[in-house]
């Protein structure tokens, strides 16, 4: 019962597997595919990646006797093989869009092929994947072997993950509103939630953000982003946020007070202003700041370091 097999030796769809990896050609759309023979085998690509079947047959054993061969010569050519473990990944089309997980496209297909797992090898930009549930004796053992962009086999990055926050995508979107209101967010706040994601998308947001106009009247709203990006630095550092305070006139004490980011526990005539200045204490480190409130077209603060 062995019709239902690839007639080739396992040397061969080696060297099949070798080729499909310089397989350059892509369909136009998701719907297609672009069918082809590599000396003497047929296979196709699809947008997902380029499959060769090795075969869907009720001789589970006879399937096993290629299958085997190859992943041995797969840990010798490239490096010991992996295990994608498809019972992982089941986001599908109902999962919110920006939480997918698009393992669960390489899932899927695992799957369809009656299998819960596969094993694989990454070469660089590429994955080879076998899939072969041949030894778990079904009635019909179905294997076919996979050459993909890495990406479909591969958690995503810190910086991918990051780029899927909300506040990343405000930043990003390239409306001016959006990035207002996403920088003052940043400034306004020392939630860890809020500037986790941040960190690794900074690269992003100062590339996407180089020549945008954010207009501002009395002080650059440029001014405000490059401010907000240096806080999100300072997060990154693990400096506490008051050291932000420096180097930004639109610090308000009771503002901050408000949030318990800081104390005001003092206040020291100042009679060159209308107010007195403040003393603040930050409620994370103690250090102590010397608060001065001015007004020059919009009230401003300046924050100096007491030691
Ligand atoms: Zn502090």
């Known amino acids: ?24 050609k892509w369909p136009e759309s998701p719907d297609d595919r672009i069918d082809w023979v590599i000396d003497g ?56 869009p920006t939480a997918y997980d698009r393992r669960s496209a390489l899932a899927d297909v695992i799957r369809a092929l009656d299998s819960d797992a596969a094993v694989y090898w990454p070469l660089g930009s590429n994955a080879v994947v076998l899939v072969d549930n041949s030894g778990t004796a079904p009635d019909t053992a179905k294997a076919a072997v996979f050459v993909l962009p890495i990406e479909w086999v591969t958690a995503p990055t810190q910086e991918e993950k990051a780029l899927q926050a909300p506040i990343v995508q405000d930043f990003l979107s390239g409306d001016s509103d959006r990035v207002r209101s996403a920088l003052w967010t940043v400034v306004r706040t020392r939630d860890p939630k809020v500037l986790m994601p941040l960190v690794a998308a900074v690269p992003s947001i100062k590339r996407e953000t180089a020549d945008a106009d954010l207009g501002g009247m009395l ?40 949030k318990r980011y800081v104390r005001i526990v003092g206040t020291v005539p100042n009679y060159r202003q209308w107010e007195p200045d403040r003393i603040c204490e930050c409620a994370d480190c103690g250090k102590r700041f010397q608060v001065e409130q001015g007004e020059y077209h919009y009230t401003w603060w300046k924050w100096t370091e007491l030691r």
């Open 219 to 258: 002080a650059s709203n440029n001014a405000h982003l490059d401010h907000a990006l240096a806080r999100v630095e300072l997060f990154r550092k693990g400096v506490c946020l008051c050291a932000a305070y420096l180097s930004h006139q639109f610090y308000d004490p009771a503002k901050e007070e408000h």
């Open 41 to 96: 085998l047929e296979g196709h690509t699809s947008f997902f990646g380029h499959c060769l079947v090795l075969g869907a047959t009720s001789d589970a054993t006879e399937l096993a006797a290629l299958t085997g061969p190859l992943v041995d010569m797969g840990d010798a050519r490239w490096r010991a093989h992996q295990q994608f473990d498809a019972s992982l990944f089941t986001d599908d089309a109902d999962t919110d």
């Open 1 to 24: 019962m062995g019709e239902d097999i690839v007639e080739a030796t396992p040397e061969r769809v080696m060297a099949v597997i070798q080729e499909m990896r310089s397989l350059r």
